[in-house]
């Protein structure tokens, strides 16, 4: 009983550790100009835009394609900091981050 009670104990605390870390996971990129500034959450969903004043001088079409930039960006560093979350959690040799990786923007897949 005693080997259960600490099993659990120890699942616990990996997901409070879990927890915390996805919770410092969100990512903010902004644009080399600062036009934009693009804040996602642990999965790339979108929590805000923000323009700076340079974003004045870009066509429509050149904004859209600034944001987008900027969006798959902030994604990418989500995906990291989430990756090395769960990392620390599963271990960096489990075939779960091996996927994650694989597939995370940027990867090989």
């Known amino acids: 009983m005693r080997q259960f009670e600490s099993r659990i104990a120890a699942m616990k605390a990996n997901a409070d550790r879990l927890q915390e870390g996805l919770r410092a996971a969100d990512a903010t990129a902004t644009s080399e100009e600062e036009e934009v500034t693009v804040t996602v959450n642990t999965s790339g969903a ?10 004045r001088h870009l066509s429509g079409q050149g904004l859209a394609r600034l944001i987008m930039d900027t969006y798959h960006a902030a994604v990418a560093e ?8 769960l990392s620390d959690i599963l271990g960096e040799d489990s075939e779960a981050i091996g996927v ?3 597939y995370a923007p940027g990867g090989d897949a």
Do not use: K
């Open 100 to 102: 994650m990786r694989r």
């Open 46 to 55: 979108l929590q805000s835009i923000e323009f700076g004043p340079a974003h």
């Open 78 to 85: 989500a995906s990291s900091r989430t990756t090395d979350v």
